[in-house]
C-alpha cells in the first residue's frame, strides 16, 4: 500500500520560516494536499491540489510537489501556527495520510 | 455554510459493532460535487481514511477495513453513517466525518465534524 512519510518533528522561531515535507514514491505525479491540526480540534484544511488555498486561509502558508516530496511551506510563522501538520494524497481509489509533524514555535 | 455533527455511542464492547451518524447542515448531502467520509485518528495509527460514500449510495472503503465497514446514506434525512464491525481494542480512536471533495484526481477534506471519542472496551 502506498505510504506518506514526515518528519515527526520541525521547530521554528517567530518569524521565521518553516519547511514540512512529505515523502512518497513518484508524489509529483499525485496532488497531495495539507491539514493543519490544533490541539483538541479538528482537522482544518490549508492547502490542495499541492499549492492552492481554501478561502480564509492566510497567504503565509503555501505547497509545493516535485519528484518524491511535497512541502508546506509557513512563512513568517506566528505562535498561532503551532500544531500537527499532516499530508494527504489520493492512490488506487485510496486516500492515504502522512505520519503528522509537530510543528513547534520557539 | 455547511456543518457537519457526528454521533453515537462512546463506549462500544469488543466484538460488537460500532454505529455512528453524521448530519449535515447549511447544505445538501445530494450535492453532485461533494463525497462523505469517515476517518479516524488514534495515537497509534493517526489519521487513517474508513470510507466514502455519495448520494447515490456508491462508497470506496480502505481495504485494510473493507471487510468490516458499512457506510450508507439517507438523503431524506441529509445523514450518512458508518458501520464497523467485529471491534477491538485496536479500534478505539476519535472518528470524525468529512465533506470529501473530488475534482481532477485530486481528494481532499475541507469540512469536518467534531469527532467522536469511540472506546472498546467491556
Known amino acids: 500500500s502506498y505510504e506518506l512519510t514526515q518528519p515527526p518533528s520541525v521547530f521554528v522561531s517567530p518569524g521565521q520560516t518553516a519547511n514540512i515535507t512529505c515523502f512518497g514514491d513518484?508524489?509529483?505525479?499525485?496532488?497531495t494536499c495539507w491539514y493543519q491540526q490544533k490541539a483538541g480540534q479538528s482537522p482544518v484544511l490549508v492547502i490542495f491540489q499541492d499549492t492552492k488555498r481554501p478561502s480564509g486561509i492566510p497567504e503565509r502558508f503555501s505547497g509545493s510537489n516535485s519528484g518524491n516530496t511535497a512541502t508546506l511551506t509557513i512563512s513568517g510563522t506566528q505562535a498561532m501556527d503551532e500544531a500537527d501538520y499532516f499530508c494527504?494524497?489520493?492512490?488506487?481509489?485510496?486516500?492515504?495520510f502522512g505520519t503528522g509533524t509537530k510543528v513547534t514555535v520557539l | 455554510q455547511v456543518q457537519l455533527q457526528d454521533s453515537g455511542p462512546g463506549l462500544v464492547k469488543p466484538s460488537e459493532t460500532l454505529s455512528l451518524t453524521c448530519t449535515v447542515s447549511g447544505g445538501s448531502i445530494s450535492s453532485r460535487t461533494s463525497y462523505w467520509g469517515w476517518i479516524r485518528q488514534s495515537p497509534v495509527k493517526g489519521l487513517e481514511w474508513i470510507g466514502s460514500i455519495y448520494y447515490s449510495g456508491s462508497t470506496f472503503y480502505n481495504p485494510s477495513l473493507q471487510s468490516r465497514v458499512t457506510i450508507s446514506v439517507d438523503t431524506s434525512k441529509n445523514q450518512f453513517s458508518l458501520k464497523l464491525s467485529s471491534v477491538t481494542a485496536a479500534d478505539t480512536a476519535v472518528y470524525y466525518c468529512?465533506?470529501?471533495?473530488?475534482?481532477?484526481?485530486?481528494?481532499?477534506?475541507?469540512?469536518w465534524g467534531q469527532g467522536t471519542m469511540v472506546t472498546v472496551s467491556s
Open positions: 513518484k508524489l509529483e505525479y499525485k496532488y
Open positions: 468529512a465533506r470529501q471533495v473530488y475534482s481532477s484526481s485530486s481528494v481532499s477534506f475541507d469540512i
Open positions: 494527504q494524497a489520493w492512490d488506487s481509489n485510496t486516500v492515504v
